[in-house]
Protein backbone atom coordinates (compact mmCIF):
# COMPACT_ATOMS: atom_id res chain seq x y z
CA UNK A 1 0.00 0.00 0.00
CA UNK A 2 2.59 2.73 0.87
CA UNK A 3 4.70 1.62 -2.55
CA UNK A 4 1.68 2.34 -4.68
CA UNK A 5 1.04 5.74 -2.65
CA UNK A 6 4.28 6.71 -2.76
CA UNK A 7 4.80 6.09 -6.96
CA UNK A 8 1.49 7.50 -7.68
CA UNK A 9 3.16 10.71 -5.45
CA UNK A 10 6.29 10.65 -8.02
CA UNK A 11 4.03 10.42 -11.02
CA UNK A 12 1.77 13.13 -9.94
CA UNK A 13 4.77 15.76 -8.50
CA UNK A 14 6.63 15.13 -12.22
CA UNK A 15 2.98 15.63 -14.15
CA UNK A 16 2.56 18.91 -12.51
CA UNK A 17 6.09 20.08 -12.30
CA UNK A 18 6.04 20.31 -8.51
CA UNK A 19 8.59 19.44 -5.96
CA UNK A 20 7.66 16.20 -3.30
CA UNK A 21 6.54 17.55 0.00
CA UNK A 22 4.73 14.40 1.52
CA UNK A 23 6.84 13.09 4.14
CA UNK A 24 6.87 9.27 4.46
CA UNK A 25 4.03 7.85 7.19
CA UNK A 26 6.70 5.51 9.10
CA UNK A 27 10.51 4.49 8.36
CA UNK A 28 9.83 1.27 6.64
CA UNK A 29 8.55 3.50 3.56
CA UNK A 30 11.86 6.00 3.69
CA UNK A 31 13.53 2.54 3.20
CA UNK A 32 11.97 1.17 0.33
CA UNK A 33 12.99 1.51 -3.43
CA UNK A 34 11.54 3.67 -5.51
CA UNK A 35 8.62 1.74 -7.87
CA UNK A 36 9.15 1.87 -11.71
CA UNK A 37 6.75 4.78 -13.42
CA UNK A 38 3.20 3.41 -14.62
CA UNK A 39 2.82 2.28 -18.00
CA UNK A 40 -0.09 4.64 -18.97
CA UNK A 41 2.54 7.35 -17.36
CA UNK A 42 5.43 6.03 -19.83
CA UNK A 43 3.07 5.86 -22.73
CA UNK A 44 1.83 9.04 -22.41
CA UNK A 45 2.53 11.69 -25.46
CA UNK A 46 3.23 14.21 -22.73
CA UNK A 47 6.03 12.38 -21.71
CA UNK A 48 9.75 13.15 -22.46
CA UNK A 49 12.15 11.12 -21.30
CA UNK A 50 14.68 13.33 -22.19
CA UNK A 51 13.86 16.47 -20.00
CA UNK A 52 11.69 15.05 -17.18
CA UNK A 53 15.03 12.51 -16.06
CA UNK A 54 17.18 15.41 -14.17
CA UNK A 55 14.15 16.94 -12.80
CA UNK A 56 12.76 13.65 -11.30
CA UNK A 57 16.74 13.23 -10.01
CA UNK A 58 16.33 16.87 -8.36
CA UNK A 59 12.68 15.74 -6.75
CA UNK A 60 14.21 12.53 -5.57
CA UNK A 61 17.24 14.34 -4.00
CA UNK A 62 15.08 17.10 -2.28
CA UNK A 63 12.86 14.37 -0.83
CA UNK A 64 15.36 11.99 0.31
CA UNK A 65 17.57 15.15 1.61
CA UNK A 66 14.25 16.58 3.30
CA UNK A 67 13.07 13.31 5.08
CA UNK A 68 16.61 11.51 5.26
CA UNK A 69 17.05 9.05 8.25
CA UNK A 70 19.99 11.19 9.73
CA UNK A 71 18.61 14.85 10.49
CA UNK A 72 18.38 17.13 12.73
CA UNK A 73 14.83 16.67 14.06
CA UNK A 74 15.99 12.70 14.57
CA UNK A 75 18.79 13.41 16.87
CA UNK A 76 17.97 12.33 20.28
CA UNK A 77 19.61 10.46 22.86
CA UNK A 78 18.38 6.20 23.23
CA UNK A 79 15.78 5.03 25.73
CA UNK A 80 16.60 5.30 28.85
CA UNK A 81 20.60 6.83 28.48
CA UNK A 82 18.64 10.08 30.43
CA UNK A 83 16.82 9.46 33.68
CA UNK A 84 14.53 12.13 35.07
CA UNK A 85 15.83 13.23 38.50
CA UNK A 86 13.20 12.38 41.28
CA UNK A 87 12.50 15.49 43.47
CA UNK A 88 11.37 14.30 46.94
CA UNK A 89 9.54 16.16 49.18
CA UNK A 90 7.57 18.25 46.87
CA UNK A 91 3.74 17.65 47.25
CA UNK A 92 1.61 14.44 47.05
CA UNK A 93 0.89 15.12 43.60
CA UNK A 94 4.62 14.08 42.96
CA UNK A 95 4.10 10.79 44.61
CA UNK A 96 7.44 11.36 46.86
CA UNK A 97 5.62 14.06 49.19
CA UNK A 98 5.60 14.04 53.04
CA UNK A 99 7.55 11.33 53.92
CA UNK A 100 9.15 10.96 50.43
CA UNK A 101 8.55 7.47 49.93
CA UNK A 102 10.00 6.54 53.36
CA UNK A 103 6.65 5.27 54.88
CA UNK A 104 6.25 6.88 58.71
CA UNK A 105 8.35 6.69 61.97
CA UNK A 106 10.84 3.62 62.19
CA UNK A 107 14.87 2.85 61.56
CA UNK A 108 14.94 3.51 57.88
CA UNK A 109 12.86 6.68 58.13
CA UNK A 110 14.76 8.65 60.54
CA UNK A 111 18.71 7.96 59.09
CA UNK A 112 21.22 5.79 57.82
CA UNK A 113 22.72 2.60 59.44
CA UNK A 114 26.38 2.88 59.55
CA UNK A 115 28.14 0.31 57.32
CA UNK A 116 28.41 -3.12 58.53
CA UNK A 117 25.56 -3.24 60.33
CA UNK A 118 23.37 -6.34 60.36
CA UNK A 119 20.54 -5.70 62.60
CA UNK A 120 22.23 -6.00 65.95
CA UNK A 121 23.87 -9.86 65.10
CA UNK A 122 27.61 -10.14 65.12
CA UNK A 123 28.72 -8.51 62.06
CA UNK A 124 30.83 -10.32 59.39
CA UNK A 125 33.91 -8.41 60.05
CA UNK A 126 33.40 -9.71 63.91
CA UNK A 127 32.67 -13.39 62.82
CA UNK A 128 35.78 -14.18 61.03
CA UNK A 129 39.21 -14.39 62.82
CA UNK A 130 42.20 -11.84 62.83
CA UNK A 131 44.25 -13.19 60.25
CA UNK A 132 48.33 -11.89 59.63
CA UNK A 133 50.37 -9.16 61.86
CA UNK A 134 51.65 -5.48 60.80
CA UNK A 135 54.84 -4.82 62.51
CA UNK A 136 54.71 -1.29 63.65
CA UNK A 137 58.07 -0.79 64.44
CA UNK A 138 58.91 -2.08 60.69
CA UNK A 139 61.69 0.20 58.64
CA UNK A 140 61.54 0.39 54.92
CA UNK A 141 65.04 1.03 52.99
CA UNK A 142 65.07 1.96 49.29
CA UNK A 143 67.45 -0.55 47.51
CA UNK A 144 70.45 0.37 45.45
CA UNK A 145 72.93 -1.94 43.70
CA UNK A 146 76.33 -1.97 43.47
CA UNK A 147 75.85 -2.25 39.52
CA UNK A 148 73.90 0.91 39.63
CA UNK A 149 76.19 3.60 41.38
CA UNK A 150 79.25 1.86 39.29
CA UNK A 151 77.11 2.90 35.92
CA UNK A 152 76.35 6.44 37.38
CA UNK A 153 80.34 6.72 38.19
CA UNK A 154 81.23 6.04 34.95
CA UNK A 155 78.70 8.53 33.72
CA UNK A 156 80.38 11.26 35.67
CA UNK A 157 77.56 12.30 37.50
CA UNK A 158 78.59 10.53 40.99
CA UNK A 159 82.39 11.52 41.78
CA UNK A 160 84.12 8.39 43.47
CA UNK A 161 86.90 10.44 44.95
CA UNK A 162 84.33 12.54 47.65
CA UNK A 163 82.06 11.00 49.83
CA UNK A 164 78.65 9.34 48.17
CA UNK A 165 75.74 9.95 50.76
CA UNK A 166 72.33 9.30 50.40
CA UNK A 167 71.35 12.58 49.11
CA UNK A 168 74.44 11.95 46.62
CA UNK A 169 72.19 8.82 45.38
CA UNK A 170 69.30 11.07 45.24
CA UNK A 171 70.70 13.86 43.46
CA UNK A 172 72.16 11.13 40.74
CA UNK A 173 69.02 9.02 40.11
CA UNK A 174 70.39 5.95 42.08
CA UNK A 175 67.31 6.02 44.18
CA UNK A 176 64.02 7.39 44.27
CA UNK A 177 62.99 11.18 45.50
CA UNK A 178 60.88 9.55 48.87
CA UNK A 179 63.27 8.00 51.60
CA UNK A 180 61.10 7.00 54.06
CA UNK A 181 63.43 5.30 56.73
CA UNK A 182 66.93 5.22 54.86
CA UNK A 183 68.46 3.07 51.64
CA UNK A 184 69.79 -0.58 51.59
CA UNK A 185 73.22 -1.07 49.52
CA UNK A 186 72.95 -4.75 47.67
CA UNK A 187 75.41 -6.59 46.22
CA UNK A 188 73.74 -6.46 43.07
CA UNK A 189 76.25 -5.87 40.23
CA UNK A 190 79.01 -6.03 42.38
CA UNK A 191 81.15 -7.26 39.66
CA UNK A 192 81.38 -3.75 38.28
CA UNK A 193 83.19 -2.55 41.21
CA UNK A 194 87.00 -2.29 39.99
CA UNK A 195 88.05 0.40 41.82
CA UNK A 196 88.16 1.87 45.50
CA UNK A 197 85.32 4.48 46.36
CA UNK A 198 88.13 6.96 48.18
CA UNK A 199 87.53 9.87 50.39
CA UNK A 200 90.33 12.30 52.54
CA UNK A 201 89.00 12.26 55.85
CA UNK A 202 89.82 10.92 59.20
CA UNK A 203 87.69 8.46 59.86
CA UNK A 204 88.14 6.79 56.72
CA UNK A 205 84.71 6.85 55.37
CA UNK A 206 83.50 6.15 51.66
CA UNK A 207 80.08 5.48 51.14
CA UNK A 208 77.10 6.11 53.45
CA UNK A 209 73.66 4.26 53.75
CA UNK A 210 71.79 2.80 56.03
CA UNK A 211 71.70 -0.73 55.47
CA UNK A 212 74.17 -2.70 53.56
CA UNK A 213 73.96 -6.53 52.32
CA UNK A 214 77.24 -8.88 53.68
CA UNK A 215 77.58 -9.17 49.65
CA UNK A 216 78.31 -5.72 49.29
CA UNK A 217 80.60 -5.05 51.97
CA UNK A 218 82.61 -7.29 50.85
CA UNK A 219 82.58 -6.20 47.64
CA UNK A 220 83.48 -2.97 48.56
CA UNK A 221 85.91 -3.88 50.63
CA UNK A 222 87.34 -5.72 48.08
CA UNK A 223 87.92 -2.92 45.94
CA UNK A 224 89.75 -0.74 48.50
CA UNK A 225 86.73 0.93 49.98
CA UNK A 226 84.65 0.67 52.81
CA UNK A 227 80.90 1.37 53.55
CA UNK A 228 79.39 2.92 57.14
CA UNK A 229 75.60 2.25 57.94
CA UNK A 230 74.66 6.01 59.53
CA UNK A 231 71.47 6.38 61.44
CA UNK A 232 69.13 9.59 60.69
CA UNK A 233 65.81 10.12 61.99
CA UNK A 234 63.28 11.89 60.36
CA UNK A 235 64.26 15.48 60.53
CA UNK A 236 67.77 14.47 59.88
CA UNK A 237 66.67 12.58 56.41
CA UNK A 238 65.27 16.44 56.06
CA UNK A 239 68.50 17.98 56.97
CA UNK A 240 70.26 15.49 54.96
CA UNK A 241 68.11 15.97 51.66
CA UNK A 242 66.67 19.22 51.78
CA UNK A 243 69.21 21.44 53.54
CA UNK A 244 67.25 24.34 51.70
CA UNK A 245 64.29 23.79 53.28
CA UNK A 246 65.59 25.16 56.63
CA UNK A 247 67.05 28.40 54.84
CA UNK A 248 63.55 29.23 53.43
CA UNK A 249 62.36 29.02 56.64
CA UNK A 250 65.15 30.54 58.53
CA UNK A 251 66.22 27.97 60.84
CA UNK A 252 69.42 26.02 62.41
CA UNK A 253 69.71 22.76 60.91
CA UNK A 254 68.80 20.07 64.00
CA UNK A 255 71.02 18.27 65.72
CA UNK A 256 71.90 14.99 64.80
CA UNK A 257 69.70 12.47 66.77
CA UNK A 258 70.97 9.26 68.60
CA UNK A 259 69.60 6.04 67.28
CA UNK A 260 67.17 3.85 69.40
CA UNK A 261 68.64 0.87 71.73
CA UNK A 262 66.91 -1.60 69.17
CA UNK A 263 69.02 0.40 66.20
CA UNK A 264 72.42 0.82 68.14
CA UNK A 265 74.13 -2.59 66.72
CA UNK A 266 72.63 -2.25 63.52
CA UNK A 267 74.69 0.93 62.62
CA UNK A 268 78.44 2.46 62.54
CA UNK A 269 77.82 5.85 63.51
CA UNK A 270 75.60 8.89 63.83
CA UNK A 271 74.55 10.64 60.52
CA UNK A 272 76.45 14.33 60.30
CA UNK A 273 74.63 16.99 59.06
CA UNK A 274 75.96 19.40 57.09
CA UNK A 275 76.52 23.46 58.36
CA UNK A 276 73.99 25.44 59.89
CA UNK A 277 72.66 27.55 57.35
CA UNK A 278 73.10 30.90 59.94
CA UNK A 279 76.56 32.06 61.47
CA UNK A 280 77.68 30.55 64.64
CA UNK A 281 78.37 32.95 67.51
CA UNK A 282 82.03 33.04 68.69
CA UNK A 283 83.32 30.99 71.87
CA UNK A 284 84.91 32.91 74.73
CA UNK A 285 88.25 31.85 73.80
CA UNK A 286 87.78 33.24 70.20
CA UNK A 287 86.59 36.72 71.47
CA UNK A 288 89.63 37.09 73.94
CA UNK A 289 91.87 35.78 71.01
CA UNK A 290 90.33 38.66 68.87
CA UNK A 291 90.56 41.02 71.12
CA UNK A 292 94.39 40.11 71.99
CA UNK A 293 95.02 40.73 68.59
CA UNK A 294 96.92 43.99 67.83
CA UNK A 295 94.62 46.17 65.57
CA UNK A 296 96.62 47.59 62.44
Known sequence: MLRRRLSLLIAT?????????????????????????????????????????GFLGHDLNLGLRAY?????????????ARKKKTRKGRGIGSGKGKTAGRGHKGQRARGTM??????????????????????????????VGLGKIAKLI????????????MKTLKDSGAIGKQIRDGVRLMGRGSEYIKWPIH?????????????????????VEAAGGSVRRVYYNNLGFRALLKPEWFEKKGRLLPKAARPPPKQRDKVDSIGRLPAP????????????AMSAAPVS
Open 114 to 143: KFGFEGGQTPMRRRMPKRGFKNPFSLTFQP
Open 68 to 80: SLLSLNDLRDNKG
Open 13 to 53: SIHNGSPIHAKPTSITSRLLPSPPLPSHFLQSSNFNPHSHV
Open 199 to 219: LERTDSERLQVSRVTVRAKAA
Open 277 to 288: TKPIPFTPEEIE
Open 154 to 165: NAGKIDSSELIT
